[in-house]
């Protein structure tokens, strides 16, 4: 889908001018005259201005985005973020357009509405930003209802601690007017990794995607994971240039329905799902956004189950999925329960999330406990419910395919909640092939 055109700037300044000009040369009168030229320079001065702002805020991140000017509001918004930041990070944030006109659009949604959540829904924001072309894999967004930049100082503090600590860093803000002289601001942060071009969403069965890309610094190591509409699952290493791009080329061949795309690289913290694009093939329009809402309209009764129930329900949820697949069904492993709750524990204590936190390495984890195996692998997720959890490990390439190994038998569940309401659910699974003796 082509990125939107933000309507407002450059074609009122063309209409502005041209009606200008008509007037000018068809006018005969001397005090007309001299207020169009009046009128001219006003825009003139103001154009210069907003493309200031726009080189502002763009020029920090990839050219080949689209051009997009930043209201007053908004630009007050992401001032404020920054400012409010450690002075060792404020150069690491990075104002985003896609981001922005993402937030903008569900600000704007939000004020039709007529109210703001307690706390935005992650999964229900990925078709939005999927339309505007953000891939990143891990994101967080946040909204306010305010009516002046200095009632929200400490809500922004509150969301800076959680996006530092994750590295979310690539920033979109939206503003919308709300009622009673108040508005509502959007504020999406992302983990970008990946820089690529722009990639086709809608493709014909037989053709090539050809995918493009560089990884920033700071990780390594990339792995495709391409998921055709049967849901298999096939791993690839993309091939490298001498310039230190990256490149694949993979056959649509797999029959009409949706590709998924994800990029899995090397971080600090281990392994990282960062990149997820979809691909349709012989899908109608029509079609996509009804698959779409799917993100949007889940029906989630799990964000108040206790921590029991919930391991139980995701255990049921997983055996499900393999028993469609025609798989044997996993075997609850008490002591990798406990592993896995360890994982789950320190990664909500120390707010990090990652595969290799300090002390918390799967393998060294299985050592330290003494249990043999042939293989193992895990899946960590930190979600505002168990159901949305297991949505998006089922949505993810990489996760769906440790749930639908063959070589697996046993599983391990670990959640930790943190906190009661808007809780965070940290959530490890541990698969594994035990050694036989």
């Not at 069904?329 to 329960?337: A, E, I, T, Y």
């Amino acid at each position: 889908m082509a990125l939107r055109e933000i309507p407002g700037t450059k074609g009122d300044l063309y209409s502005i001018i041209s009606v200008s000009i008509f007037y000018l040369y068809f006018t005969r009168e001397e005090a007309m005259k001299r207020k169009v030229i009046i009128v001219l320079i006003a825009v003139t001065i103001t154009s210069i201005a907003a493309s200031e702002e726009k080189i502002q805020f763009t020029n920090t991140y990839n050219p080949r985005v689209f051009s997009y000017t930043l209201k007053k509001d908004e630009s007050n918004i992401f001032s404020l973020l920054i400012n409010s930041s450690e002075e060792e990070e404020k150069e690491a944030f990075e104002i985003d357009a896609k981001l922005c006109a993402a937030a903008r659009y569900n600000s704007a949604n939000l004020a039709k509405k007529g109210d703001v959540p307690k706390k935005l829904e992650t999964t229900a924001l990925r078709p939005l930003l999927w339309s505007y072309g953000v891939y990143d894999f891990q994101y967080l967004p946040t909204a306010f209802i305010y009516k002046t930049e200095e009632s929200l100082k400490d809500s922004i503090k509150v969301f800076l601690h959680t996006i530092s600590k994750r590295g979310f860093f690539n920033c979109g803000v939206g503003v919308s007017d709300f009622k009673d002289e108040k508005k509502i601001a959007t504020i999406i942060c992302s983990k970008r990794v990946i820089d690529t071009f722009d990639i086709p969403k809608i493709m014909n069965i037989g053709s090539y995607l050809n995918l493009e890309f560089k990884i920033r610094s700071g990780y390594k190591d990339p792995i495709l994971y391409f998921s055709p509409p049967s849901g298999e699952v096939k791993k690839i290493a993309p091939a490298i240039s001498e310039r230190g791009e990256f490149s694949y080329s993979y056959e649509l061949s797999g029959g009409d329905g949706k590709y998924l795309v994800q990029i899995i690289t090397q971080g600090k913290n281990g392994v990282e799902a960062v990149f997820l694009i979809p691909i349709y093939v012989g899908v109608s329009l029509s079609d996509i956004k009804k698959e779409m809402l799917t993100y949007i309209n889940i029906e989630d009764n799990t964000k108040n189950v206790s921590v029991e129930v919930a391991r139980d329900m995701l255990l049921k949820a997983i055996n499900y999925e393999r028993k469609k697949a025609n798989l044997t069904p996993l075997k609850l492993n008490q002591k990798l329960c406990s592993i896995a709750l360890s994982k789950s524990k320190a990664m909500a204590e120390k707010q990090l999330f990652g595969h290799e936190i300090e002390q918390h390495k799967l393998e060294e984890l299985l050592k330290s406990e003494n249990i043999q195996f042939n293989k193992a692998s895990e899946n960590i997720g930190l979600n505002s419910s168990p159901r949305m959890a297991h949505f998006l490990f089922m949505s993810s390439p990489a996760h769906r395919s440790n749930i639908l190994n063959s070589m697996f038998s046993e599983v391990g569940i670990g959640i930790y909640k943190a906190g009661d309401e808007d809780a965070q659910w940290f959530i490890t699974e541990i698969f594994l092939m035990p050694k036989e003796l």
